[in-house]
């Protein structure tokens, strides 16, 4: 007896969540993605110079900076 109410208790738990389909992803999914890729990456570029001015050139500073941009 105890064993039936408990079965009848028990949350269904192990349902996967449910993934989006095709118009979803291309539409709100990958435009978000995408953006995420691109601000990631300019954060590292700019993370990247910034210690490169300050250990590798500190002397050129922003003329290096400059310079890079240029070419």
């Known amino acids: 007896m105890a064993d039936s109410r408990r079965d009848v208790d028990r949350p269904d738990a192990a349902q996967p969540p449910r993934r989006h ?3 979803y992803n291309l539409l709100w999914g990958g435009p978000w993605t995408l953006a995420g890729m691109v601000l990631s990456s300019l954060l590292l ?3 990247i110079e ?3 001015i300050t250990f590798f ?4 500073g922003a003329g290096h900076s400059e310079a890079v941009m240029n070419t």
């Open 57 to 60: 050139w500190p002397g050129q």
């Open 45 to 47: 570029s700019l993370l």
């Open 21 to 23: 389909g095709l118009l």
């Open 50 to 52: 910034y210690v490169g």
